[in-house]
């Protein structure tokens, strides 16, 4: 570049600027507008360059991905406060972000993959990773058909599978604290979260719904659940209804129309609308606002449940006939798998909910007692498994467990008042709510000694992050709770799951009220 003297003078407004819409006066080294704010100020040339064309696509309407580069400062502006993650310790002040401008899709896989680079990982290893162990708390990606969809030859993967590719890098992404505290071009999670929602944005905004877009779009949730923003993620799984239910995916009819491939299609598409489903149902319980309308409708009672993570990665479904024809309404059979088991616990939870809400006590409460009831002997049934092959079961515990916490915290929310619901008072109904809750409590405890003792030491885990907020509620029973002399944990009962919780920071990085 030639000397500060001898500069052209910009012919556009600085990025600073630009961002915040700001009248820039174009000046060298800094524009007055960055003096006065001490702020950094970049002029960025947009250049265009042919990309890459396909075989059906005429090349000469292809253009590249415009990029501006965003520094944390403004990042600020850009991104809404409730949305921003906390940038870990170990992040540089200034994390470059490359925020895509599409003139057309053809190249959002390029994108991608210097996105996924720029982490310091590799694909097939942020992929492996994935299915080895999220996959099997939401299997609603066929392995089969999502490698298929990256490997096909004489095309680049399409616009939708690469945004899939990137939400996917994104749920199991454990950045290197070396490499970020010394290599600029490594971005950390914000980052990485801030380019998949904006690529996903601008894909969504122009591409029809389909299955990966919409499944892009619940991983997408599920991270900003499982990172202590559940009323963001409530947002977020919204938009994913309106695209499934655009798609037609919950329509089960769907089922005797297809067969071979397609077939495994519908049965991943099935498997999504009930990832949806659940998914809001655990987000709205962390909301607290049970009386606002979900975007989802609950299947009846007798659709098929939908089918487990090892049948999907298979893909051996030619027919009818290899598919168990289980309704979700069959709770006490025994050979449901753990999928299944987390469709029927949000089918209970669901019922919870609409529970809640009832104006009048004398109706509410005997209906949530029977649902407790329900509720617990569903419990038995997921415990009753050998623990050597129960953790396809996690997500399902965990709703299950989470409905409990739900029912019975609202009870113990109740304003004081005098009733008389079957005979008992309000008070007689609380102290059953804190016995239930002291059970599931000491439960929650057992399990985190068990698991605490398995998790890997990497950093890496098999959890739902679902299970983190029973924790979490747990805790917080602990520190409501009335005390009238009667304590049924140990001292070191609450430092255990604190203990556990801070073991989970680096794959969820869950704030703390």
């Not at 779009?217 to 559940?230: H, I």
């Not at 057992?446 to 098999?462: A, R």
């Amino acid at each position: 570049m030639a000397a500060d003297g001898h500069r052209t003078r910009p012919t556009q407004a600085c990025l600073t600027c630009k961002t915040r819409k700001k009248k820039c006066n174009k000046g060298l080294p800094s524009c007055s507008y960055c003096i006065l704010k001490d702020l950094e100020c970049r002029y960025v040339s947009v250049t265009r360059r042919r990309a890459y064309a396909t075989p059906n696509t005429d090349s000469s309407t292809h253009t590249t991905i415009h990029r501006e580069i965003l520094t944390a400062e403004t990042l600020d502006d850009l991104a809404p406060p409730r949305t921003t993650l906390p940038e870990p310790v170990t992040t540089p002040k200034k994390t470059t972000l490359y925020r895509p401008l599409f003139e057309c899709f053809d190249s959002v896989h390029l994108e991608v993959q210097n996105i996924i680079r720029s982490t310091g990982e590799f694909v097939d290893d942020l992929t492996a990773r994935y299915f080895r162990n999220f996959h099997g708390h939401l299997p609603i990606i066929s392995r089969t058909r999502f490698q298929r969809s990256l490997t096909a030859t004489g095309a680049p993967p399409s616009a939708d599978s690469s945004i899939l590719l990137l939400t996917i890098c994104l749920i199991v992404y454990l950045p290197n604290p070396e490499l970020l505290s010394r290599a600029g071009d490594t971005i950390g999670r914000q980052s990485l979260y801030l380019a998949a929602k904006t690529l996903l944005a601008q894909v969504q905004g122009c591409l029809q719904p389909s299955i990966p877009l919409i499944q892009a779009c619940l991983l997408l949730a599920t991270y900003e659940y499982a990172n202590g923003r559940p009323e963001v993620a409530l947002v977020t799984i919204a938009g994913c209804a309106r695209m499934a239910y655009a798609a037609r995916i919950h329509d089960s009819r769907r089922h005797n129309m297809m067969n071979g491939d397609s077939r495994l299609e519908v049965e991943e598409a099935t498997n999504t609308w009930w990832g949806i489903v659940i998914s809001e149902r655990a987000f709205i319980c962390e909301v607290g606002d049970f009386e606002q309308p979900m975007a989802t409708i609950l299947p009846a009672g007798d659709t098929r449940l939908p089918i487990e993570r090892e049948k999907l990665d298979r893909g051996d479904l030619l027919s009818l006939d290899s598919t168990p024809n289980i309704p979700v309404s069959c709770l006490a059979i025994t050979s449901i798998g753990g999928f299944g088991r987390a469709a029927q616990a949000s089918c209970l939870l669901d019922q919870v909910l609409k529970g809640l809400v009832i104006p009048d006590l004398t109706t509410r409460l005997p209906l949530l007692e029977s649902l407790d009831r329900t509720i617990q002997s569903f419990l038995a049934v997921i415990l009753s498994h050998n623990p050597d092959i129960a953790w396809p079961y996690c997500t399902a515990l965990a709703v299950t467990v989470r409905a409990l916490f739900t029912l019975h915290g609202a009870i113990l929310n109740i304003p004081q008042q005098v009733i008389s619901a079957n005979f008992r008072s309000l008070e007689e109904w609380k102290k059953s709510s804190i016995a239930a809750l002291d059970t599931a409590t000491t439960m929650v405890n057992d399990m985190v000694k068990w698991h605490y003792s398995t998790l890997p030491s990497d950093g890496t885990n098999d959890t739902s992050p679902i299970h983190i907020y029973v924790v979490r509620a747990s805790i917080k029973h602990m520190h409501t709770r009335p005390y009238n002399g009667d304590y049924p944990w140990s001292e070191r009962a609450e430092n255990e799951l604190q203990l556990y919780l801070d073991r989970l920071q680096h794959q969820w990085v869950v704030s703390y009220d």
